[in-house]
């Protein structure tokens, strides 16, 4: 089974807040960053791409035939989604266990997991 984990940032401190990030001694950032860097490596995990801040977003919709776009965030900053990865597993177990490996679940965000559906 495919998993997606959804990254949501929450209050957890990165190198885009550098107030935030500073706020954490040397060694927590290093491990932040060896911590993200080992889950990448996890069998099963297909890494994917951290997502710029909600502010740079463009939400589209259509009505009456009509394109409509909006800048902006339409979420609270502790619902933002900052990146997501994709976890091939035998069972939802094994994704959480995953999911409590990344950092952002222990400084402050959470972590959604969604199966994938197949075909």
Do not use: C
Request: charged content about 25%.
């Amino acid at each position: 089974m495919k998993y997606m984990l959804l990254i949501h940032q929450g209050d957890t401190p990165t190198p885009r807040d550098p107030e935030a990030w500073g706020r954490l001694s040397e060694d927590e950032q290093k491990a932040v960053y060896a911590d993200y860097q080992a889950l990448n490596q996890t069998p099963g995990v297909t890494a994917g791409l951290g997502l710029d801040a909600p502010e740079m977003a463009t939400t589209v919709r259509v009505e009456d035939g009509k394109t409509l776009t909006t800048d902006g965030p339409f979420v609270a900053v502790k619902e933002a989604l900052g990146g997501y990865l994709v976890f091939e597993a035998g069972d939802l177990d094994a994704a959480i266990e995953l999911a409590s490996r990344i950092p952002a679940a222990r400084l402050g965000g959470g972590i959604e997991i969604r199966p994938i559906k197949q075909g």
